[in-house]
């Protein structure tokens, strides 16, 4: 199984702030990269597939760039909104598996 | 829009069978993969397995034969059936539709459902 590793696991932020997390694969999985946003009591919510493709309906301050086994999510502009838990997920081989999430807390 | 949401017992006695049911609204569940995905209190997201409307299924090996899964088109649903259950099972179940294309990615969820195995 591919294991996934998210740094950090949690991030004091301010709206306004440009964050970045990280993703690394334990083997290379090219750019079968997805990044979900969640919040607590509500569904999970796709935001990037194939490593750097906007889903639709996100807005363009999310991006995401990587490919082999290293991988980041950007915000460029933290918005009140933005406050969640981030996960990344490989979809290279099954089982697809999930990184720990990166929780973004307000400083 | 289409919209998942999960249904089922949220107490399971331990050994017994945990079951739960996706309902698709606003759309055909022909055509996607349906999977499970379920989240310790505290861990991460775990898969469980998938399954299609022609009847193909994957599961989670970690889960072993546990694992039963299945479609009802004519109900828009698709269900889960977790037997042997332990404490280890307790977890917010959730239900996702995955696209298939180029890239496969889990494109639509449910909020999830709670489950607690406990006697």
């Known amino acids: 199984d591919i294991e996934m590793t998210q740094s950090p696991s949690s991030l004091s932020v301010s709206v306004g702030d440009r964050v970045t997390i990280t993703c690394r694969a334990s083997?290379?999985?090219?750019?079968?990269l997805n990044w979900y946003q969640h919040k607590p009591g509500k569904a999970p919510k796709l935001l990037i597939y194939?490593?750097?493709s906007l889903q639709s309906g996100v807005p363009s301050r999310f991006s995401g760039s990587g490919s082999g086994t290293d991988f980041t999510l950007t915000i460029s502009s933290l918005q009140p909104e933005d406050f969640a838990t981030y996960y990344c997920?490989?979809?290279?081989?099954?089982?697809?598996?999930f990184g720990q999430g990166t929780k973004l807390k307000i400083k | 829009q289409v919209q998942l949401q999960e249904s089922g017992p949220g107490l399971v006695k331990p050994s017994e069978t945990l079951s739960l049911t996706c309902s698709v609204s606003?759309?055909?569940?022909?055509?996607?993969?349906w999977n499970w995905i379920r989240q310790p209190a505290g861990k991460g997201l775990e898969w469980i397995g998938r399954?299609?409307?022609?009847?193909?299924?994957n599961n989670n090996p970690s889960l072993k034969s546990r694992v039963t899964m299945s479609v009802d088109t004519s109900k828009n649903q698709f269900s889960l059936r977790l037997s042997s259950v332990t404490a280890a099972d307790t977890a917010v179940y959730y239900c996702?539709?995955?696209?298939?294309?180029?890239?496969?990615?889990?494109?639509?969820w449910g909020r999830g459902t709670l489950v607690t195995v406990a006697s």
């Open positions: 996702a539709r995955e696209e298939w294309l180029t890239y496969w990615y889990f494109d639509l």
């Open positions: 606003g759309g055909s569940i022909s055509s996607y993969y």
């Open positions: 399954t299609h409307t022609s009847g193909g299924t």
């Open positions: 083997q290379t999985i090219a750019r079968y």
């Open positions: 194939a490593a750097s």
């Open positions: 997920q490989q979809s290279s081989s099954t089982p697809p598996s």
